[in-house]
């Protein structure tokens, strides 16, 4: 591979601190955690396509375009490569496209969902050159060999790109299935001082076991699809025997349903506790996924939290949406787990059609009654792609300008009072801070920075932005 071929992958700069990730991006004033997908992929571009890589975190650093230009300027990029966000998409492209046209013309590449949903849309902006559609290493591993070689992009499957009078799409790409073939993401390339999960020592690491999740959630966005692909768990074990000698002691898996593929996070617990005593980590899961033996073990491996979508107390919600759990599986797998010891934050939605004060407090006290530990409540979002859009295009118009897109035109500011009632009702309980006391000392610096952002965002009186 010619060393030409310099690739640079940006976390973009934006003036808040947002968290980007393929399944969605939010503001977290408490927390923020490695970029998973462009440490992955660079460890793939450099590893097996040849690439010469860097890598700049401009929301971890806070980093402005012209000071990611400053920084690689001399190195004369030949291609930048960044992930999208969300609602803050069209600042994101026009970051991408000044990062390129500053850096002396390098080709811009972006990927993530919207631009994997959207293709035709985002390829139209001015800032992209070529878009990702689908997981990305395979796509962007085959364009720049088509760089290197002055190949026709149009021979490279996954991708979408403007043509002399219309947007090219190329041949769709299939999923990747092998997931064990691909390198581990590369701690080393970002700085990991500047990282934290709430109330968890740093430096923290971040791994992801699987893509893809097969429930029917109608609101969800997933990683890659429905279709499931997992790692063996000798792979993830060696990955994490990777991250211990590098110091990492505590984890964040980052699978859409950690738990869903029973056996084979119980041998992976078998190994945790047997070969690293001393890791502790955290993941996201379903709560009928999680059993008093499975969570026991769990437990012993070092598991601390587990982050599931309770999303309300009303199962005819749950049932609309597709959720398919019902309360009495909810109190079944949290009680499981906080039994085993490990903690319980809860995701949940406002904002549903019809939702009264009413159903939005019962679900608050429905998470108190639970046990919880911490709760996240966000409106209820209409992505480009989900079960709960279908049939809505024409009312949910994904358009590059929108103000806010992912918001149905129902959804005013009135939705934000229900997230502030949930969070009063949820937190500001004498009983929750009480239990809470001893992580003070433990952890002042977290408990202080989450004081602050929620009592903003409690007192704002129309914010702009959910609180996570």
Not at 117 to 144: C, K, N, Y
Not at 285 to 302: C, F, H, K, S, Y
Request: aromatic share 8%; hydrophobic share 45%; proline share 6%.
């Amino acid at each position: 591979m010619n060393s030409a071929i310099r690739v640079l992958l940006v976390n973009l700069p934006h003036h808040e601190r947002v968290q980007r990730r393929w399944v969605a991006s939010y503001y977290a004033p408490n927390f923020l955690i490695p970029p998973l997908e462009l440490m992955g992929l660079a460890s793939y571009l450099r590893d097996v396509v040849g690439a010469e890589v860097a890598l700049t975190d401009a929301i971890a650093e806070d980093l402005s375009v012209e000071d990611v230009v400053a920084r690689h300027r001399d190195q004369a990029p030949s291609v930048v490569i960044a992930l999208a966000g969300f609602r803050i998409l069209n600042e994101d492209l026009a970051a991408l496209g000044a990062l390129r046209d500053q850096l002396g013309g390098a080709v811009s590449v972006i990927f993530g969902y919207l631009p994997t949903q959207a293709p035709e849309v985002v390829a139209q902006h001015p800032g992209v050159d070529f878009v990702v559609r689908g997981e990305p290493e395979h796509t962007i591993g085959g364009l720049i060999d088509a760089l290197r070689t002055g190949a026709a992009p149009q021979s490279v499957d996954g991708l979408a790109f403007r043509g002399s009078d219309r947007v090219v799409l190329t041949p769709s790409r299939p999923r990747l299935e092998e997931l064990d073939l691909l390198p581990y993401p590369d701690h080393d390339l970002v700085d990991l001082s500047l990282y934290n999960e709430s109330f968890v020592p740093r430096p923290i690491g971040v791994v992801t076991t699987a893509r893809g999740c097969p429930f029917a959630c109608s609101f969800c966005v997933r990683a890659y699809g429905r279709k499931l692909a997992c790692r063996s768990w000798q792979n993830i074990a060696q990955e994490l025997m990777t991250l211990r000698r590098k110091g990492i002691r505590n984890v964040r898996f980052l699978d859409d349903t950690f738990t869903v593929e029973r056996s084979r996070v119980v041998n992976l617990c078998r190994f945790v506790e047997a070969a690293l005593p001393d890791l502790r980590w955290t993941c996201l899961t379903r709560l009928d996924r999680i059993d008093p033996e499975l969570a026991q073990a769990m437990a012993r491996a070092g598991c601390r939290r587990i982050y599931a979508g309770v999303e309300s107390a009303n199962e005819d919600r749950l049932e609309a949406w597709g959720k398919g759990i019902t309360r009495a599986q909810i109190e079944a797998g949290v009680a499981a787990a906080r039994n085993a010891g490990i903690e319980v934050s809860g995701f949940f939605i406002v904002g549903a059609p019809g939702e009264t004060l009413e159903e939005a407090t019962a679900s608050a006290d429905f998470a108190a009654s639970l046990g919880l530990d911490w709760v996240i409540a966000t409106r209820l979002q209409y992505w480009p792609g989900t079960r709960l859009t279908a049939g809505r295009e024409g009312a949910i118009e994904f358009e590059l300008d929108g103000a806010e897109p992912g918001l149905a035109p129902e959804q005013d500011a009135s939705l934000y009072a229900l997230e502030k009632r949930f969070y009063r009702r949820f937190y500001l309980r004498p009983g929750w801070a009480v239990r809470r006391l001893g992580r003070v000392a433990r952890a002042p610096r977290d408990t202080v920075a989450g004081a602050i952002g929620l009592a903003r965002y409690l007192a704002a009186p129309t914010p702009t932005r959910d609180f996570i």
